[in-house]
């Protein structure tokens, strides 16, 4: 079904209902008293070098678990990164992933305004942290990543990669 995508030169970012997420997968998580609060799908070309260094929120926060399920993209890690100088963060705005027409903020930065923390390159299904600046940015082989953002069940709050941890 993402063959579309690989044959595409350009990056990709659709947000696609949750309800295209399998039953068990579903009640997997609800075993655990989480929910998958909404579904993102990115695909990046091979050479994919033009984004920046972001956050997914429009603050710094450990409260930004993702399960992310990579296709590709065998020689692009994912990389996460220390900001040098706190503030130096520019805003912008991607299309909402919720609200039809709206935007939400981001926060990014160049590459210079970073500090490499840790990269590692994702196959399958991995929890992401994605709340601190991080970026993947591809080399040879073009990836897809389905990325499912996880709320608890009772307070719909987002959680950290630990609150999920404690949960498998
Ligand atoms: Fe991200």
Redesign the pocket.
């Known amino acids: 079904m993402f063959n579309y995508m690989f044959d595409s030169s350009e990056a990709i970012h659709i947000s696609h209902p949750t309800t295209a997420l399998s039953d068990s997968f579903v009640r997997w998580l609800a075993e655990r008293n989480m929910f998958p609060s909404f579904l993102e799908i990115f695909y990046l070309p091979a050479g994919c070098t033009v984004r920046r260094i ?3 929120l429009d603050h710094i926060t450990d409260r930004a678990s993702k399960i992310n399920y990579i296709i590709g993209g065998e020689d692009a890690p994912m990389q996460w990164f220390e900001v040098k100088n706190a503030g130096s963060a520019d805003t912008n705005y991607a299309p909402d992933a919720v609200r039809k027409g709206g935007t939400s903020p981001f926060l990014h930065w160049t590459r210079d305004e970073c500090t490499l923390l840790e990269e590692v390159v994702l196959h399958g299904s991995n929890l992401v942290h ?1 709340g601190i600046p ?1 970026v993947v940015f591809t080399k040879t082989k073009p990836r897809i990543a389905i990325s499912v953002v996880l709320k608890d069940i009772t307070s719909k709050q987002r959680l950290t990669c630990e609150d999920v941890v404690s949960r498998l």
């Open positions: 972001h956050t997914d994605a991080h």
